[in-house]
T-cell receptor, first 110, second 113 residues
Framework: GQQLNQSPQSMFIQEGEDVSMNCTSS?????WLWYKQDPGEGPVLLIA?????ELTSNGRLTAQFGITRKDSFLNISASIPSDVGIYFC??????????FGKGTKLTVNP | DVKVTQSSRYLVKRTGEKVFLECVQD?????MFWYRQDPGLGLRLIYF???????EKGDIPEGYSVSREKKERFSLILESASTNQTSMYLC????????????FGPGTRLTVL
């Protein structure tokens, strides 16, 4: 099946730093979603984006739906240790199915 | 809050056993999904269900079947478990009124010996 290109694969940062990750696709999507997964748990929805160009915030998290509808990015500002985890992007086109990125593993050093 | 629960967090089975993984959601969602998650391969869709008694194959349905007799419950069945089905299994649900957001359960870590 189709997958999104998500980068970077992993990041090692210091507490307090800002983080940026992105996803790109060869296909157009109508919705972009960002999830976070803690070890041994299921993904938790962080932000949902529905319109091209849309910029949405959730606390220290900000995500944007690319104007071409083929990409999205997620920023985390002033990272804290509990931000550790794997962040997934997901896109939805014309069906009920989501297409997922392979995830960005974030490590935050205190 | 949407709640998706899975019957077991950890499961150990033997090769050849029949395995049932249960998923229940409490938000009256129409759509339900089963994924498996493996390192380096990401999330892969096994089966999904539009509504009660309806099912569609995902990207990797081989070796699996599903059952959706009630709206809130979606079961994944491994007819004869094999070691290559050792994985993390994730269930998700989506309501038609919740745009395209899927909500995930906590996952079942299945080990087949």
């Amino acid at each position: 099946g189709q997958q999104l290109n998500q980068s970077p694969q992993s990041m090692f940062i210091q507490e307090g730093e800002d983080v940026s990750m992105n996803c790109t696709s060869s296909s157009i999507f109508n919705t972009w979603l960002w999830y976070k997964q803690d070890p041994g748990e299921g993904p938790v929805l962080l932000i949902a984006l529905y319109k091209a160009g849309e910029l949405t915030s959730n606390g220290r998290l900000t995500a944007q739906f690319g104007i071409t509808r083929k990409d999205s990015f997620l920023n985390i500002s002033a990272s804290i240790p509990s931000d550790v985890g794997i962040y997934f992007c997901a896109g939805q086109g014309g069906s009920e199915k989501l297409v997922f990125g392979k995830g960005t593993k974030l490590t935050v050093n205190p | 809050d949407v709640k998706v629960t899975q019957s077991s967090r950890y499961l150990v089975k033997r090769t050849g056993e029949k395995v049932f993984l249960e998923c229940v959601q409490d938000m009256d969602h129409e759509n339900m999904f089963w994924y498996r998650q493996d390192p380096g391969l990401g999330l892969r869709l096994i089966y999904f269900s539009y509504d009660v008694k309806m099912k569609e194959k995902g990207d990797i349905p081989e070796g699996y079947s599903v059952s959706r007799e009630k709206k809130e419950r979606f079961s994944l069945i491994l007819e004869s478990a094999s070691t290559n089905q050792t994985s993390m299994y994730l269930c998700a649900s989506r309501g038609l009124s919740s745009y395209n957001e899927q909500f995930f359960g906590p996952g079942t870590r299945l080990t087949v010996l």
